[in-house]
């Protein structure tokens, strides 16, 4: 369930920086440079998996990988993102991997605004459950210098709960730079689980991502706002308050 959320990279941040305080014709020069498709790769090892503030790999490590493509001219991007989980077996179904494959379009709406859309279908290869697990979303973002507004809504049964058709999350949050390769990460969302309000909840993040070149590492704080997540197995708190550490490149 990967954040979609798009952040420049630390080449085109510096690249931006020298562009506004004197080098403009280099600054252009580096942007009518870069290709007009691109295909990126990333890998990452984390703690533990959260999704929307809920542990999808009962508060155990999870190794994550994918690749992205995007066709700069038009903004146009595809995607596929895989990572460990344990949620699946936990409530008897079949599989310990979920993949993500996404697509849509983003680009500048003008005055500082940038806007994103697309899909994600969220795959649980033969899961065994029923309703299935695997789900379908439509998502809309706004963004606005370092913050974003972002709604996701289910055209399928969301993750495996009865009847779920037509759930929506809507997600708040805000990266902002610090310090040189350091951001500040903020994020709060609401889940609505339709016809199965017991499960709705609100989730909470804060953290710090440091780019160190070689990798990246970030450190967050994450709760969801709810009782109603437990595992089976050892009867876990899924939502718990804990602090998560990841590792990650991208390449």
Excluded: C
Excluded at 92 to 106: I, P, Q, S
Excluded at 230 to 246: H, Y
């Amino acid at each position: 369930m990967k954040n979609m959320t798009t952040k420049l990279s630390f080449a085109a941040a510096l690249a931006l920086t020298l562009g506004t305080i004197g080098a403009p014709a280099a600054f252009a020069e580096e942007a009518a440079a870069k290709p007009d498709n691109e295909v990126s790769f990333n890998a990452a090892l984390t703690s533990e998996y959260r999704y929307r503030g809920i542990s999808q790999s009962r508060l155990k490590p999870a190794l994550q990988g994918g690749v992205d493509y995007v066709n700069n001219p038009t903004g146009l991007y595809a995607g596929a993102w895989a990572s460990t989980i344990k949620w699946v077996k936990d409530v008897g179904g079949d599989g310990n991997v979920e993949t993500d494959l996404y697509g849509g379009k983003r680009g500048d709406i003008g005055g500082g605004f940038s806007y994103d859309v697309g899909g994600l279908y969220y795959l649980y290869a033969s899961n065994s459950l029923h309703p299935s697990a695997n789900t379908f979303e439509l998502y809309g973002q706004v963004g606005y210098g370092p913050a974003y507004l972002k709604y996701s809504h289910s055209l399928t049964n969301l993750f495996g709960f009865v009847d779920s058709k037509n759930s929506g999350y809507l997600d708040l949050g805000a990266n902002f730079d610090v310090a040189e390769g350091l951001v500040l990460n903020l994020h709060v969302g609401r889940q609505r689980v339709a016809n199965n309000g017991s499960a709705s909840y609100t989730d909470y993040k804060i953290g710090v991502t440091k780019d160190f070149g070689f990798a990246s590492v970030s450190l967050a704080a994450i709760k969801a706002d709810t009782n109603a997540y437990f595992s089976p197995v050892g009867n876990k708190d899924l939502a718990k308050s804990r602090a998560v550490l990841a590792i990650s490149k991208t390449f």
